[in-house]
T-cell receptor, first 113, second 114 residues
Framework: LAKTTQPISMDSYEGQEVNITCSHN???????ITWYQQFPSQGPRFIIQ???TKVTNEVASLFIPADRKSSTLSLPRVSLSDTAVYYC??????????????FGTGTRLKVLA | ETGVTQTPRHLVMGMTNKKSLKCEQH?????MYWYKQSAKKPLELMFV???????ENNSVPSRFSPECPNSSHLFLHLHTLQPEDSALYLC?????????????FGSGTRLTVV
C-alpha cells in the first residue's frame, strides 16, 4: 500500500505564505488531489481540489507538477485562525485494481503572532 | 453545520455496553463513510456505503457493525469494545463513492471506552 506522506508539523508567523507538500507516488491516473483542513474536535473541511498544474480559490492555491507524484497546498498570508491540521487525499490504485482513497499523514500547522 | 450531523457528540461506554452512533446527511449524497481518528494518527477508513450497499470494509473488527437503512442515514453499532477503540469517529458523505467528489464530514463522536 503506497503511503501518502506529509511533513508532521510546521510553524509560521501571521502574514506569511505557507506551503505544505504531500507526496503521493502511486496516485491513480484519473483521480484528483484534494486538501482538507481540520480543527480540534471537528471533522475535516474541504479546502481545494485539482488534477494538474495550478488551481486557485478564495482561500488557497494548489500546485501539481506534471508527474502528479506530489502536490503543494499554498496558504497566502496566514492568520492565527489557520492553525489546524491539513490533509491531502488521493486515489491510490491497489494491486487488486480497485481504488482506495488515502488520506495523508496530516501536517499540523501552527501560526504564531 | 456542514450538512452532516452526528450524534451523540460525546460517548463514554463500558466494555460490556452496547451503543450506537448515528449519522444523518441532508445533502442528497449517495455515499456515506465511517472513519476512525485516533490521537495523532491519520484518518482510517472503516466502512463505505454507496446507494445503501456496503462497498468497503477495511478489515474492521466485528465489534463494529454498520447499518445504512437509506442514503441519508448511517449507524455504527458498538458492542464489547476495547479501550484502544477510544477515538473520534467521523461520518462523511459524498455525491458518489469517489474521492473526486469531495467528502463532507460531520463533527464526529468522541468515544471513550472505559
Amino acid at each position: 500500500l503506497a503511503k501518502t506522506t506529509q511533513p508532521i508539523s510546521m510553524d509560521s508567523y501571521e502574514g506569511q505564505e505557507v506551503n505544505i507538500t504531500c507526496s503521493h507516488n502511486n496516485i491513480a491516473t484519473n483521480d484528483y488531489i484534494t486538501w482538507y483542513q481540520q480543527f480540534p474536535s471537528q471533522g475535516p473541511r474541504f479546502i481545494i481540489q485539482g488534477y494538474k498544474t495550478k488551481v486557485t480559490n478564495e482561500v488557497a492555491s494548489l500546485f501539481i507538477p506534471a508527474d502528479r507524484k506530489s502536490s503543494t497546498l499554498s496558504l497566502p498570508r496566514v492568520s492565527l485562525s489557520d492553525t489546524a491540521v491539513y490533509y491531502c487525499l488521493v486515489g491510490d490504485i491497489q494491486t487488486s485494481g480497485t481504488y482506495k482513497y488515502i488520506f495523508g499523514t496530516g501536517t499540523r500547522l501552527k501560526v504564531l503572532a | 453545520e456542514t450538512g452532516v450531523t452526528q450524534t451523540p457528540r460525546h460517548l463514554v461506554m463500558g466494555m460490556t455496553n452496547k451503543k450506537s452512533l448515528k449519522c444523518e446527511q441532508h445533502l442528497g449524497h449517495n455515499a456515506m463513510y465511517w472513519y476512525k481518528q485516533s490521537a495523532k494518527k491519520p484518518l482510517e477508513l472503516m466502512f463505505v456505503y454507496n446507494f445503501k450497499e456496503q462497498t468497503e470494509n477495511n478489515s474492521v473488527p466485528s465489534r463494529f457493525s454498520p447499518e445504512c437503512p437509506n442514503s441519508s442515514h448511517l449507524f455504527l453499532h458498538l458492542h464489547t469494545l476495547q479501550p484502544e477503540d477510544s477515538a473520534l469517529y467521523l461520518c462523511a458523505s459524498s455525491e458518489l463513492d469517489r474521492g473526486n467528489y469531495g467528502y463532507t464530514f460531520g463533527s464526529g463522536t468522541r468515544l471513550t471506552v472505559v
